[in-house]
């Protein structure tokens, strides 16, 4: 969206400080740790932007607090998987051959938005390691959220959505509704479902120093039901449905949804292609 339109859909911008205030509305508070995903655009035209944003967060979160953001790198995955577009299937082994290897320090996010972009490069943050669903993280449960993010489970046991669950933490959708809840993901790592499998992936990473094309096995993950799991959730566990500016949001224990995702695909999902 171009900035013009966005400051022709504001009634009046926010602020870092008010949005300070409407989060904390909406049940955030100083010492929690929490997985924000979030659609910028939703806020509408915010005084600062994304700087703003983040200082908001880190205000009401306090010194106490973590705060996570997913900062995916969708490109750095193998050329044959991509359909949001597609490349000819001539250009595959020269994308294998030449994508630069992952750098937590370096590699930009894809299609994640402004404030994880910004955040993955704000002073004290730490990135994950892993090359195509990194997260990132301030605070001081930032290391043990992410250090040993396995290849093989990049939403897994061993990610930082899985140590969120350790931590009993919590998830802020901001502008953005269950289908970008990843934590659902780590619900279908769990769950028992029909048709339930691993695929082989590849991906351009740092090994001893040198750039290598790596190929691995990761569980098949699909969330076309994931919508649908939401608005279960929500009815289940009566989530208030709030407002900021034009984005909906719903603040939740990401323990409640997890265990909650495994329960309903277990119930409710047939075969898997």
């Known amino acids: 969206m171009s900035e013009a339109k966005l400051i022709a859909q504001t ?26 995903h979030m659609a910028m655009s939703q806020l509408g035209w915010v005084v600062g932007g994304a700087e703003a944003v983040i200082l908001a967060f880190l205000d009401l979160l306090g010194p106490t607090g973590t705060l996570m953001m ?10 044959a998987e991509w359909q949001h577009p597609p490349i000819p ?18 590699t930009p996010t894809r299609l994640m ?9 704000w002073p004290g943050a730490l990135r994950s390691s892993h090359p195509v669903t990194s997260f990132a993280a301030i605070g001081p449960h930032a290391e043990h959220l992410i250090s040993d993010h396995i290849l093989e489970e990049d ?24 289908w970008n809840n990843t934590s659902l993901h780590l619900a279908e790592a769990r769950a028992h479902y029909p048709g339930k499998r691993t695929i082989r ?12 094309w790596v ?25 208030e449905v709030k407002q900021i500016a034009q984005a909906e949001v719903r603040f939740f224990k990401q323990r409640a949804v997890v265990d909650f995702a495994v329960a309903w695909m277990e119930q409710h999902r047939d075969l898997r292609d």
Request: proline share 6%; hydrophobic share 35%; glycine share 10%.
């Open 201 to 212: 992936s590849g991906t351009a990473m740092l090994i001893a120093g040198a750039r290598q």
């Open 70 to 79: 997913p900062t995916h790198t969708t490109s750095n995955t193998d050329p």
């Open 215 to 239: 190929e691995y096995e990761t569980l098949k993950t699909y969330g076309d039901d994931f919508g649908e799991i939401g608005q279960a959730f929500d009815a289940a566990h009566h989530i």
């Open 89 to 106: 299937q001539p250009w595959w082994q020269l994308v294998r051959d030449h994508t630069p290897a992952y750098n937590p320090a370096t």
């Open 155 to 178: 939403t897994g046991e061993h990610s930082p959505v899985g140590r969120l669950y350790d931590l009993d933490g919590d998830v802020l959708l901001l502008g953005v509704t269950h």
């Open 113 to 121: 938005g402004a404030v994880p972009e910004l955040l993955r490069t």
């Open 11 to 36: 009634n009046y911008p926010l602020t870092a400080q008010s949005l300070t205030e409407k989060l904390q509305m909406c049940g955030l508070h100083s010492g929690q740790t929490v997985l924000v």
